[in-house]
């Protein structure tokens, strides 16, 4: 009980380092405080997450914890409203079958050219750039595909980064307010929120310090809603749907501004961060990058030929993917209780901490796609369910790096597409090394709810034909 009452004291951050420790070594379930279970069995997956069905058909999907996923720590001077992320049961519901359209297979083959067409000018930057002889930093790089794709398919215009070569403030304002959002849910944890004045303390500080950027942001993002709502609804994109439901549900502009806003970041820095983690254990494991190579060189007379069809028949790079989101997951999920244990009860799956456990996977910290190679449903990129582990080891389905049931990641297939395009691409075009400065890359990243990245410098050799 002492333990419990120090742990849950402990800023997040550290809690996290100290935790994962006891996460990968014991299991199944781990108490990290009074109410709080962190899970590494795979059947917690559905329990927790999933959609209610069969006996649990009565039981209400479990709630997102305030914990976690609202910011009532900060006051946004009216500023902000829920979006699909945080919005309670009967809203999200509404914002999800919304926004579904813009995701489906038919969708997504109309926004291939939006996606087409930034990974063509990531290429013509990185050559650019190869010719005069640089190294180049991919976290950038793909920062800058991924943030543009987005901006396209939800605001109608681009934020312009590879165009520029520059860091839009944006991307800047997403990457950078990870450890800012885990400082927060350090001090709800810690009780802070309930201490009289000090939300309001905490509260000048931040105007003091940081309002005039945030509020710069705000008009930033809602110029660019405006620029979006002038388009009208005509536009098959992920924000399309919103906008046909405006009228009707009475959306004002700060519900759009703010479900906008959450869909870009959740579709940008998630893929560049995968793209990233790839990229770096393909380059530590050269016999998987020569698999790659192989594969992907022989399966393409030119680059036009690369596209979302013709990448979804590349068994090895979607291995290599998926063995990429097991070893270097970019976010986490969690909610409150499971129906087994007491209300009000925390319950969670950390991402890391289930994927490298060594009773779901041989050899867990080594990266092998070997293990997810035909044996994943080639469209999904799903392991099929089984309780046990399959003929090499392993028990595929323990990883749900996109999360399961009615709030699991809406963008996956959008994701997948453009991994598998740019990794393509990457493969096709270039031979690549990682520089010295990047050789230990993994080993300086910091995680708050998603990664912090540092530089990962490449030196890239276009490939000869
Ligand atoms: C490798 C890439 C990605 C990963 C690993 C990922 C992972 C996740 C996870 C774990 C969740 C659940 C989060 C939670 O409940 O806290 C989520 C939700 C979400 N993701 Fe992704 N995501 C990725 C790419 C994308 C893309 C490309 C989009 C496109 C816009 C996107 C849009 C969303 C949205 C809108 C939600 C909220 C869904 C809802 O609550 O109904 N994600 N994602």
Redesign the pocket.
């Known amino acids: 009980m002492l333990l419990d009452t120090v742990v849950e004291h402990l800023p997040s951050v550290l809690r996290t380092l100290l935790f994962a420790i006891p996460l990968l070594k014991y299991g199944p379930v781990v108490r990290l405080g009074p109410r709080h279970l962190s899970y590494t069995d795979p059947r917690a997956w559905k329990d927790i997450?999933g959609h209610r069905a069969g006996d649990h058909i009565s039981l209400k999907e479990n709630p997102?914890s305030d914990m976690?996923?609202r910011r009532q720590l900060i006051d946004r001077d009216g500023m902000d409203a829920p979006n699909?992320?945080d919005?309670d049961r009967e809203e999200?519901g509404r914002?999800?079958r919304a926004?579904a359209a813009g995701?489906s297979d038919r969708s997504m083959r109309e926004h291939e050219g939006v996606i087409v067409r930034c990974v063509n000018q990531l290429m013509r930057g990185l050559h650019r750039r190869t010719e005069m002889g640089e190294e180049v930093d991919m976290v950038k790089w793909y920062n800058w595909t991924?943030f543009d794709v987005?901006g396209d398919?939800?605001f109608a215009e681009s934020f312009g980064c590879l165009e520029d070569e520059k860091t839009h403030p944006f991307v800047d304002m997403v990457t950078g307010s990870t450890s800012e959002a885990a400082a927060f849910v350090a001090m709800k944890y810690a009780g802070l929120g309930k201490v009289p004045g000090f939300k309001w303390a905490l509260n000048k500080v931040i105007k003091f310090a940081a309002w005039d950027s945030f509020k710069q942001m705000m008009i930033m993002m809602s110029n660019k809603l405006q620029h979006r709502l002038d388009m009208g609804q005509e536009r098959n994109d992920?924000f399309e749907g919103l906008m046909s439901k405006r009228e009707e549900w009475n959306l004002d502009l700060q519900r759009l501004q703010s479900n906008a806003t959450?869909?870009?970041a959740?579709?940008?820095e998630?893929?560049a961060?995968?793209l990233a983690g790839v990229t770096f254990h393909l380059l530590k494991n050269p016999d998987k990058l020569k698999k790659l190579n192989d594969e992907v060189r022989s399966a393409f007379k030119t680059s036009d030929d690369i596209t979302i069809a013709a990448v979804n028949r590349l068994p090895y790079l979607l291995a290599c993917l998926n063995e990429g989101?097991r070893r270097y997951?970019?976010?986490?999920?969690?909610?409150i209780a499971g129906e087994w244990v007491s209300e009000n009860t925390i319950v969670e799956i950390q991402?890391y901490a289930i994927n490298h456990n060594s009773q779901h996977w041989s050899d867990p910290f080594a990266f092998k796609p070997e293990r997810w190679l035909n044996k994943i449903d080639a469209d999904l990129g799903e392991a099929k369910e089984r309780d046990e582990k399959d003929i090499d080891g392993d028990r595929l389905e323990a990883m749900?790096?996109?999360?399961v049931g009615?709030?699991?990641?809406?963008?996956?297939n959008?994701?997948?597409a453009?991994?598998r395009l740019v990794m393509a691409r990457m493969v096709y075009d270039f031979d690549m090394e990682l520089a010295e400065r990047s050789n230990n890359w993994l080993k300086e990243a910091r995680v708050y709810t998603i990664w912090k990245k540092t530089e990962l410098f490449l030196r890239l050799t276009p490939v000869k034909r």
């Open positions: 997450f997102k976690f996923y699909i992320l919005a999200h914002l999800r926004v995701f991924t987005i398919l939800v992920l959450i869909i870009a959740a579709g940008s998630t893929t961060s995968l989101l997951p970019p976010g986490r999920g969690e909610m991402q749900q790096t996109f999360s009615p709030r699991n990641c809406v963008g996956r959008l994701a997948y453009e991994m």
